[in-house]
């Protein structure tokens, strides 16, 4: 064998590695092997990545060293990590218990801070801002164990609402906390240091929750069809604010929370741009930070040094005790029971991103040293695994008190559900698949489906492999937002009929079509297709408009008629539209009279829902140019109708589309026809807007019938 080719290959693995292509390939290994072996110990993902990155890093095997394309990748990291964060906070949580979580936020910043400082100031005897560096770490923790949580069916629990709002108030402030920290070590603590912060910080806070929540609303609404521009752009958002933190004299990883924080809204958590944005922060970036943090750690300052292990024990006795303190205390303030104290520490007790993030700051400006570094690492092993053990623990203890999402013998109206999605014009497809995914729920095993009815005729067959390659480019774009389509095609003399047909085939739950054409004088007579559908099904049934990006809303304005709540599909649509709230983050004003509006706070209450809502007690559909003083332009709008027949139903309602979408040519409209009954028996102590003479309103609804078919559209 030819010396040279032999010697090509000693030399490239060589270490520390110097191939590119190599150190690459050896980095994609790790991020996909770390996780699947330690999935089976229970050992979280991050925990992997660190100990990958000590194994291989220049104080132990020297596999690889920092460089400068590691140090890049790794700030990426370090970014994407505190964005991720700031985009992912649940702010209708926050709002739901802003003063318990801003009571509980005090305690669990402030009680380690308390614990740490003197500890590490006068035991270790480290200076002032070395000190203040390590205590405010400590106030630090990440929801690692949320998904614990979750799994148990207990994440409305108020305990868990207490924990998150903490979450925002207490990562942001310690992110504060360290650029005064940072300039403290600097020595430049005087007045004009605070002047220039206290201008600079004010500056950055209009630019990132004035200005820039004002440009991505006008980038998301220009650019609606450019699907890859907008994570190109949301990185750019990133990056952007991250430069002006520092030349305010932040640091840069309060730009990038700030940049999550404001763009929380604009990014739905089911929609396709989150899913891009989770897939690569996990798949590249965030595991690239967390090897080049455990390639900074020497394993043979903890071993030979008697120091380093002990500030290593101290910062895990800080941690427990502190953030157990602090939810003690919270407990006793507002007597949540033991169960649900245990719950806030499992919660709030685990350092991972947040702490990674600060302490790396800390080192990087010569704050503190490499035995803190070694010692906040074994922190983040030890109260990962502690607190994960600690929230499972608790979560049974609060499922055995009964204190549950939804009790397991109860109906769950979204556990089997199955919506589908006739499409008729390949123009609109994208953005009813967004709303779809937008309001199926989460815990539905059916995909959407996605039907296309062919008329029957001598083109049938052809029209039904067109009909099949255009559902094909419907699913490769469900693929990008991990939405899960099956595709549906059938043969029917009539559209309606078809529709009527499949659905009953699949037992869906809800049918969500496009905004009904323009009519024929023929359609008005016989019934147009949005019309033929409701009589042909009993299903709840969604007709949206979208008019402009879903993202771009103030608010939802909903609609409800009275008797509603009569309704068989009552609790089914008011989930869709919580759901919907809940995803865009928008409050929502609803128009209802007295005993609608009871019906609706009570499922709200009994659900655990995180939402701002407003009451406004009034008859819509009356005087339909009332509308116009409850809807602004940038107002989605939810009208609750009914089919004819129906408790809630009033004459109206027939011609209600048409004359909405007049009104409002620009605003999103969502109609909801809720599922009927064959038959009912209720309690009708609210009839005063129900007709008293059938026999004069069927001559005024004909009337009317028949000047609508004369209209000009």
């Known amino acids: ?324 303190s602090a939810a003690f205390l919270t407990q006793k303030i507002f007597k949540y029971s033991a169960a649900q104290r245990q719950l806030i520490y499992g919660l709030s007790g685990s350092h991972a991103a947040a702490t990674l993030a600060v302490i790396m700051v800390g080192f990087q400006n010569d704050i503190v040293g490499e035995n803190v570094l070694n010692g906040a690492i074994l922190l983040i092993l030890v109260s990962c695994v502690i607190a994960t053990f600690a929230a499972e623990a608790a979560s049974k203890k609060v499922v055995l008190e009964g204190d549950i999402d939804v009790e397991p013998n109860a109906k769950d109206e979204n556990a089997e559900e199955n919506i589908i999605l006739p499409i008729a014009n390949l123009n609109n497809m994208q953005t009813l698949l967004d709303v779809a995914s937008l309001i199926q729920s989460k815990k539905s095993p059916h995909p959407l489906t996605v039907l296309s009815v062919v008329p029957n005729n001598e083109m049938a067959e052809i029209n039904l492999k067109k009909a099949r390659k255009n559902l094909d480019s419907i699913a490769k774009y469900a693929s990008g937002s991990e939405t899960e389509v099956n595709i549906m095609t059938t043969i029917d003399y009539n559209i309606a009929g078809g529709i009527s047909r499949a659905s009953k085939e699949i037992l869906a739950t809800g049918i969500l079509i496009g905004w009904p054409s323009k009519t024929s004088i023929i359609d008005k007579l016989v019934g147009g297709k949005a019309e033929s559908i409701l009589n042909l099904t009993d299903v709840s049934l969604f007709m949206c408009r979208v008019e402009q990006p879903v993202v771009g809303h103030k608010r939802i304005v909903l609609f409800v008629p009275p008797m509603a709540e009569a309704e068989k599909g009552f609790q089914y649509w008011l989930s869709k539209v919580i759901l919907l709230t809940q995803e865009l983050s928008l409050p929502v004003k609803c128009i209802c009279n007295a005993r609608t509006q009871i019906a609706i706070e009570k499922y709200i209450q009994k659900r655990k829902v995180s939402i701002h809502i407003n009451f406004e007690n009034a008859l819509f559909y009356e005087k339909m140019q009332d509308l116009s003083k409850y809807i602004e332009p940038e107002d989605f709008a939810v009208f609750v109708l009914a089919r004819a027949g129906d408790v809630s139903y009033d004459h109206h309602f027939d011609s209600f589309p048409r004359r909405v979408s007049d009104m409002f040519p620009s605003n999103n409209l969502l109609l909801i026809y809720p599922s009927r009954r064959n038959r009912s028996t209720i309690d009708l102590t609210d009839v005063h807007h129900a007709p008293y003479a059938p026999g004069l309103e069927t001559m005024e609804n004909l009337t009317k019938r028949f000047t609508n078919i004369l209209r000009k559209d």
């Open 1 to 324: 064998m030819d010396k040279g080719f032999i010697e090509h290959i000693r030399h490239a693995f060589e270490t520390p590695l110097s191939n590119p292509v190599l150190i690459f390939a050896l980095i994609l290994f790790i991020i996909l092997l770390s996780p699947i072996l330690l999935r089976k110990i229970k050992i979280p993902a991050i925990i992997g990545l660190i100990v990958s990155g000590v194994i291989i890093g220049p104080h132990a095997l020297n596999i690889l060293e920092r460089n400068i394309a590691v140090d890049l990748f790794s700030t990426i990291g370090l970014l994407y990590i505190m964005f991720v964060a700031g985009l992912e906070l649940d702010m209708n949580d926050f709002g739901k218990s802003k003063y318990k979580s801003l009571t509980f936020g005090s305690f669990t910043f402030l009680v380690p801070v308390i614990f740490a400082y003197p500890m590490f100031h006068f035991v270790f005897g480290y200076d002032p801002a070395a000190s203040i560096m390590i205590a405010v770490m400590m106030a630090t923790h990440t929801l690692v164990a949320f998904p614990v949580v979750t799994s148990y069916g207990i994440a409305k629990n108020e305990a868990v609402a207490v924990a998150i709002g903490g979450t925002i108030l207490t990562d942001t402030a310690v992110l504060v906390a360290l650029a005064v920290i940072v300039g403290f070590s600097a020595g430049a603590l005087n007045g004009e240091f605070w002047l220039q912060m206290g201008i600079s910080f004010s500056i950055f806070l209009v630019i990132m929750f004035v200005i820039i929540p004002r440009v991505a609303k006008w980038f998301f609404k220009k650019v609606e069809a450019e699907k890859t521009s907008h994570y190109i752009f949301v990185l750019s958002i990133v990056f952007f604010a991250a430069f002006i933190a520092e030349v305010c004299g932040l640091e840069p990883i309060i730009g990038a929370f700030m940049a999550g924080l404001a763009l929380n809204r604009f990014i739905p958590h089911s929609s396709a741009l989150m899913n891009r944005i989770d897939f690569i922060g996990n798949a590249i970036f965030i595991p690239f930070f967390l090897i080049s943090v455990g390639m900074l750690v020497d394993v043979s300052v903890l071993i030979n040094d008697s120091r380093a292990i002990l500030i290593a024990l101290a910062l895990i006795a800080v941690s427990i005790s502190g953030k157990w």
